[in-house]
């Protein structure tokens, strides 16, 4: 509604005897309807309405007025001023009432409703009062619906893009660069994606990203981890039961497929996904359908797959732990996220990054950093990806005051990990920029250097001979180093 609580109209007609004759209509009503303004041309109607924004609910205008501008192309220059604005069409006793084509150019044109005038002997109405009155109510309330749901689309849009603020990627480097690109290139259709990264690489943000910038953006985005679902609930999980498949069921259950139905499903760890499970999937992707347990008829549904892995998929296909159908259907569009330290100074962009969400979230200053703490950084490696760096900056937040030194760095609490790098094979970066103790270097020496062994050996009894020790004295000092 307007600004009062009358609705407002805007009456277009050129014979007063019309215009009274509509004026009289609705007088029985006339504490919430009134005319606002009358006017005898479609110029005339086109400057009130631009230059009284949003005062009119309601225009009736009559079809057969003087001047060029009337009709549909009237109709669709109101709108197009004011989308909301809510037309009503009076129209001469000469058009006929089953002319459907005359109709369906008002509709499309932007009418809300039209009526045919009774004919000049009935001097005191229009149309019947009660239906005229009906209509201009409905179109009131049609123009408020419409305004409303322009709002909520509005804060949705709103919110999903504080959600991709949230979910934002930080990097500038060529592999991320080309990952934000494909990211907003695939988005946009609706293939499954397979998701390649290391732990922690940010493989399960790059999905959610996927997802808020897919027309599937304001449905359901349903993360389920394969890895961590024990092998005989994974298919109850992803499809669901009926009450009474089996003993226990007590209940309906919906499957994670019905919960992200016209959303995103996000398979995570999906090389750990059990065979008899996979087959299931299979037939998802091909079929759209579900099969829940217990139930004979089938379940639509429309779902996107976002799978992600840390292992190399097409060799789990080679050694029979992967289906190699289902392995094509996942990886139409393959992602890679690379590890950290492939990123160059996104490591200081990330740096800075969780240095300002952690000091903002703990409600501290946010400290400067010293050049040499800033090489020591660079030079690390981050086994655990983003995840380890995010983490390194929320205790250095909590360790530091107002500058974070090499000292800050080197604190074991800090850069906790560096006993377990990962890349067994590199011998030259077990440094890391810190000095340790000799004990805990040793360790760390004695470490990569049997897992480097390990690497190259076919086997462990055939490693211990390489380096010259018994197996039995191999296996105990690997178990002390905790390698398996
Ligand atoms: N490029 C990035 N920009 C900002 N934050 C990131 C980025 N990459 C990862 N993160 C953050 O690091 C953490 C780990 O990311 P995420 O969970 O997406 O990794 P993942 O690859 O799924 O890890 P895992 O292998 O352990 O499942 C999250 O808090 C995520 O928001
Ligand atoms: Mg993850």
Not at 9 to 18: K, Y
Not at 246 to 260: C, D, P, Y
Not at 450 to 460: E, G, Q
Request: charged share 25%.
């Amino acid at each position: 509604m307007g600004k009062s609580d009358f609705i407002n109209i805007l009456l277009v007609e050129d014979e007063d005897f019309d215009v009274r004759r509509v004026k009289n209509t609705i007088s029985f009503y006339d504490t919430r309807i009134k005319i606002a303004e009358v006017v005898s041309n479609g110029m005339a109607a086109l400057d009130l309405i631009r230059s009284n924004h949003d005062k009119y609910d309601v225009v009736i205008m009559d079809y057969q007025i003087s001047g060029g501008l009337k009709g549909e192309e009237l109709i669709t220059r109101i709108r197009d001023i004011d989308p909301f604005i809510q037309i009503i069409v009076i129209t001469k006793m000469t058009i006929n009432i089953t002319n459907y084509d005359f109709a369906n150019n008002l509709l499309k044109a932007g009418a809300f409703w039209f009526c045919t005038k009774y004919p000049g002997n009935i001097e005191e109405y229009i149309y019947q009062p009660t239906d005229f009155i009906l209509s201009i109510f409905n179109a009131t309330e049609k123009k408020r619906l419409e305004k409303h749901r322009t709002r909520s689309d509005k804060k949705l849009s709103q919110s999903i893009e504080n959600m991709l603020e949230a979910k934002r990627i930080i990097g500038e480097s060529k592999p991320m660069l080309q990952l934000k690109e494909s990211i907003e290139r695939y988005s946009k259709s609706d293939v499954n994606i397979l998701v390649y990264g290391a732990s922690g690489t940010g493989k399960e943000l790059v999905a959610w990203n996927i997802h808020l910038k897919s027309k599937r953006k304001y449905e359901s985005f349903v993360p389920i981890n394969c890895g961590s679902i024990p092998s005989e609930l994974i298919e109850s999980e992803l499809f669901g039961y009926e009450k009474g498949a089996f003993t226990g069921a007590n209940t309906n259950k919906s499957g994670l497929f019905e919960i992200a139905h016209n959303g995103t499903l996000f398979l995570d760890e999906v090389a750990e996904l059990p065979l008899h499970a996979q087959v299931k999937l299979l037939r998802v992707l091909q079929e759209g359908e579900i099969e829940k347990i217990g139930r004979t008829d089938k379940v639509s549904v429309n779902v996107r797959i976002i799978a992600a892995t840390n292992k190399n998929l097409a060799n789990e296909v080679n050694n029979n732990r992967f289906r190699e159908d289902l392995y094509y259907r996942l990886n139409v569009v393959p992602l890679d996220v690379v590890s950290l330290k492939e990123r160059g100074n996104d490591i200081m962009l990330l740096f800075d990054y969780f240095l300002d969400y952690f000091s903002q979230d703990m409600g501290v200053a946010k400290p400067a950093i010293e050049e040499k703490a800033v090489e020591i950084l660079l030079n690390y490696k981050y086994p655990g990806n983003v995840r380890e760096l995010r983490n390194i900056v929320q205790r250095l937040v909590l360790n530091c005051t107002d500058v974070i030194t090499v000292k800050d760095i080197s604190n074991p609490i800090i850069l906790r990990n560096h006993v377990i790098l990962k890349d067994e094979t590199n011998f030259d970066d077990v440094y890391s920029g810190q000095v340790l103790p000799w004990k805990e270097m040793e360790k760390i020496f004695r470490t990569k250097y049997f897992k480097y062994v390990r690497s190259i050996s076919s086997s462990d009894s055939a490693a211990a001979e390489r380096l010259g020790l018994a197996p039995s004295n191999f296996y105990r000092m690997c178990k002390e180093l905790g390698l398996k």
